[in-house]
């Protein structure tokens, strides 16, 4: 009996591909090797599923090439690479990585934040340059962590998890502002206060970013949000490139209307802005946010499992789009 085949898009773990040689005629990109989005699209010409990683994108000009495809597993909890009112209308079952990489995610969100806050970088490039050469009182003085104001704009599972470190750990006001409002108990869980979006913008200490990309959230922090935050704010994008605008974001910096700012995403990844690159006060980090060995392997497993349990098993875990499957026609 033929197995069906499979193209796994990027180099993953060894360990995954040998997992997945077990079910699945397997085509992979250990080589990591580029692809356009026409070379995409020929390899998934007569695929039954597809191990995506965030950066491939699945559309409807791709999906009209691939009339076998049944299933793109995504090897992230995000999930813009993934037109999914046009999977779902060609029957296409999309699915991602939640809750794996929630707790990593959330130290990574408050260590750029620390970074952040405590001017890491900008006086870790000062020392290695050769520029201490004596203490200054006000030397690298950053803005206080410990009992500030913590706002976030998007609070599902890693938003929880940053709001829980901030208010038990290290003493925060916690407020947040989501599209509902969480039950009163998992904000009593929180120490977290539900705040319009403007008193959000306002009030912030420090306004970390974990709202989920959508064409609605595009742009959410743009020149006329980043005028209403304070001047001694800090920003932090852990969420998804093109929630800030990034060009607006950097002038800001530059001119100091903000204090500084962290970052993990950005628009158009993996460039980075230019006018992000040569600002003092800004922390950039290659999209490594859930970048342990153990979530790595974590979310590449769960997506390997979601592949097996749909096309062998009849069942993905974590599916998105639920309605699809058996729409093909």
């Known amino acids: 009996m033929n197995q069906p085949r499979i193209l796994v898009a990027r ?22 090797v580029p692809w356009s989005k026409a070379e995409l699209a020929r390899r998934l010409g007569d695929k039954a599923g597809a191990f995506t990683t965030g950066s491939e994108r699945i559309d409807a000009e791709v999906l009209a090439q691939a009339p076998a495809l049944r299933i793109c ?27 794996v990489l929630t707790e990593t995610t959330a130290d990574f969100g408050f260590a750029l934040l620390m970074a952040t806050a405590r001017r890491v970088a900008e ?27 913590l706002g976030i704009l998007g609070m599902g599972r ?41 008193e959000l913008l306002r009030r912030a200490d420090h306004l970390v970013l974990v709202l989920p990309y959508s064409a ?13 935050m304070k001047p001694t704010a800090n920003l932090i994008n852990i969420a998804r490139g093109g929630i800030v605008d ?27 802005h230019p006018g992000l690159l040569d600002v003092p006060n800004v922390v950039l980090t290659p999209h490594i946010a859930s970048a342990t060995i153990p979530t790595r392997l ?29 729409r093909r026609q």
């Open 11 to 32: 180099r993953v773990f060894p360990e995954v591909i040998q997992l997945l040689r077990q079910h699945f005629e397997v085509e992979d990109n250990q080589d990591d």
């Open 73 to 99: 597993a995504n090897m992230a909890v995000g999930f813009n690479n993934f037109d999914l009112p046009a999977m779902t209308e060609r029957g296409v079952l999309a699915t991602n990585t939640p809750d």
């Open 158 to 198: 890693i938003g929880q998890g940053i709001a829980r470190r901030g208010a038990h750990g290290f003493g925060m006001q916690v407020i947040y502002h989501n599209r509902s409002r969480l039950d009163p108990a998992l904000e009593a869980e929180c120490k977290a206060r539900y705040v319009s979006k403007e």
């Open 216 to 228: 609605q959230a595009h742009h959410a922090i743009g020149a006329a949000e980043l005028a209403q």
């Open 298 to 326: 974590a979310m590449a497993r769960l997506a390997a499992d979601n592949l097996i349990g749909f096309l062998v098993q009849g069942r993905a875990l974590t599916p998105l789009n639920p309605e699809a499957p058996g």
């Open 246 to 272: 990034d060009a607006a974001l950097a002038q800001a910096l530059r001119e100091r209307r903000i204090a500084a700012a962290g970052l993990d995403v950005f628009e158009g990844e993996p460039k980075v």
């Open 123 to 149: 006086s870790e490039h000062y020392l290695r340059a050769g520029q201490w050469q004596r203490w200054t009182y006000d030397m690298f003085a950053g803005t206080e962590v410990h009992g500030s104001t």
